[in-house]
């Protein structure tokens, strides 16, 4: 069974702080991707990464696939309240679909 | 698009009472999911479709749980009867396609399910 762990569960910062969110298994995913789910809304995707090693950057945001594509963090730098929400990184699994982790809640006070 | 419509958004309902949820992808998607979210097990998947065909229903809790899909734009999520334990909120999602690394969900707002 292929599985993601996300760590840290809940995280809590002031605005302005850099943060770093993981996502790690003990198998190998094609690809992975995170999403991002505000209070009452569904998860929206933010970055597909394919392969290992990739770094990708969206505004404040750095996505990085581990080089064994088991593992993916999510860097923030200089959080801002509108960074708050349930981080959600999910592999594309053995039969396409997409397997997702339990996310990390983040919440950042101005 | 208006993207994948979901309804109701809130829904309160008494235990043993049938509840049904409603899904519209988006048109031109051939994959649709049904999702049940919770603290303490996150985001499970509890059906998917392809071209209106269930491919894989092993996430379905028990038999309460039933899904449909009669067309292309339509989707339904019944349970009945229903439990307390079955409070949580739905989440429905459609793809383009399965499989093509740089495809992703699109979700549905959801709707939060309370059973008393």
């Known amino acids: 069974t292929q599985l993601l762990e996300q760590s840290p569960q809940f995280l809590s910062i002031q605005e302005g702080e850099n943060l770093t969110v993981y996502c790690n298994s003990s198998?190998?995913?094609?690809?992975l991707q995170w999403y991002r789910q505000e209070p009452g809304e569904g998860p929206v995707l933010l970055v597909t990464?394919?392969?290992?090693?990739e770094v990708k950057k969206l505004k404040r945001l750095t996505f990085q696939f581990g080089d064994a594509r088991k593992d993916s963090s999510l860097h923030i730098t200089a959080a801002q309240p509108g960074d708050t929400g349930l981080y959600l990184c999910?592999?594309?699994?053995?039969?396409?679909?997409?397997?997702f982790g339990k996310g990390t809640k983040l919440s950042v006070k101005p | 698009d208006a993207g994948v419509i979901q309804s109701p958004r809130h829904e309160v309902t008494e235990m043993g009472q049938e509840v049904t949820l409603r899904c519209k992808p988006i048109?031109?998607?051939?994959?649709l999911f049904w999702y049940r979210q919770t603290m303490m097990r996150g985001l499970e998947l509890l059906i998917y479709?392809?071209?209106?065909?269930?491919?894989?229903d092993s996430g379905m809790p028990e038999d309460r749980f039933s899904a449909k899909m009669p067309n292309a734009s339509f989707s339904t999520l019944k349970i009945q009867p229903s439990e307390p334990r079955d409070s949580a909120v739905y989440f429905c999602?459609?793809?383009?396609?399965?499989?093509?690394?740089?495809?992703?969900?699109?979700f549905g707002s959801g709707t939060r399910l309370t059973v008393v």
């Open positions: 999910a592999g594309r699994g053995s039969q396409g679909n997409l397997i």
């Open positions: 990464v394919v392969t290992g090693g």
């Open positions: 999602a459609s793809s383009l396609l399965l499989g093509e690394s740089n495809y992703g969900y699109t």
């Open positions: 198998s190998v995913f094609s690809s």
């Open positions: 479709f392809n071209n209106n065909v269930p491919i894989d």
């Open positions: 048109s031109g998607h051939d994959y």
